[in-house]
Every structure is written in structure tokens, then in C-alpha cells.
Nanobody, 119 residues
Framework: VQLQASGGGLVQPGGSLRLSCAAS????????MSWYRQAPGKQRELVAS???????NYADSVKGRFTISRDNYKNTVYLQMNSLKPEDTAIYYC??????????????WGQGTLVTVSS
């Protein structure tokens, strides 16, 4: 199983970005999908998560600005980020709990995509 994240980049404060993360491999089903981020010198933190039934959860720092969604047919999770602030600058990682044909539900991580918010 692989998670491929994309969509990061440089954006000005107040701007928007949309991150995508596609899971591939011998996937039977995916439970929770999440986005984490890690800023320089800080610990990795949960940004948002979404269950297979589309129940979502957000960090207080991004509520009202970020929206997590998923396409179960494409095994893809998205993070729409609006009203970006310099403090949102970080490497963003996707994470998913995935059941394959040959293994129990395991926790998988994507490679990370850099988001830089700067003028």
C-alpha cells in the first residue's frame, strides 16, 4: 500500500490550497483518513480526520478554515485549506487505517507535502 500526497506549495497569507492524498495497492477498505502536519522545531500534530462515514474532526487552530473530505471510490482524502496563515506553514502528511487482503488493519503514512505561507 502507498499513500501519495500532492498539492503543497507556496501561497500568500489569506490564500488557499487543496491537498490530495491517494491510497493505492491491494486495498479492501479504508477506515479513518487523516491529515497531520509538522512545523520546523515542533511535534507532528493532527490537523483533521474523517471516518469512512464522513464524520470529521478538526484541530481548534484550523476550524472554520480547513475542510477535510474523501472519495471512497478513489481511495483519496482531500484537505481544502482557506484563509491560510503563516503559522500553517509545515509539512503535511496524510495517514490512513487500511485493510488489505493479506494483512490486518494497519496505519499507513504518506511522504509529506510542504505548505509554505509567506508574503
Amino acid at each position: 500500500v502507498q499513500l501519495q500526497a500532492s498539492g503543497g506549495g507556496l501561497v500568500q497569507p489569506g490564500g488557499s490550497l487543496r491537498l490530495s492524498c491517494a491510497a493505492s495497492g491491494s486495498i479492501l477498505y479504508i477506515n479513518k483518513m487523516s491529515w497531520y502536519r509538522q512545523a520546523p522545531g515542533k511535534q507532528r500534530e493532527l490537523v483533521a480526520s474523517i471516518t469512512s462515514t464522513a464524520r470529521s474532526n478538526y484541530a481548534d487552530s484550523v476550524k472554520g478554515r480547513f475542510t477535510i473530505s474523501r472519495d471512497n471510490y478513489k481511495n483519496t482524502v482531500y484537505l481544502q485549506m482557506n484563509s491560510l496563515k503563516p503559522e500553517d506553514t509545515a509539512i503535511y502528511y496524510c495517514n490512513a487505517d487500511i485493510k488489505t487482503a493479506i494483512a490486518p488493519i494497519l496505519d499507513y503514512w504518506g511522504q509529506g507535502t510542504l505548505v509554505t505561507v509567506s508574503s
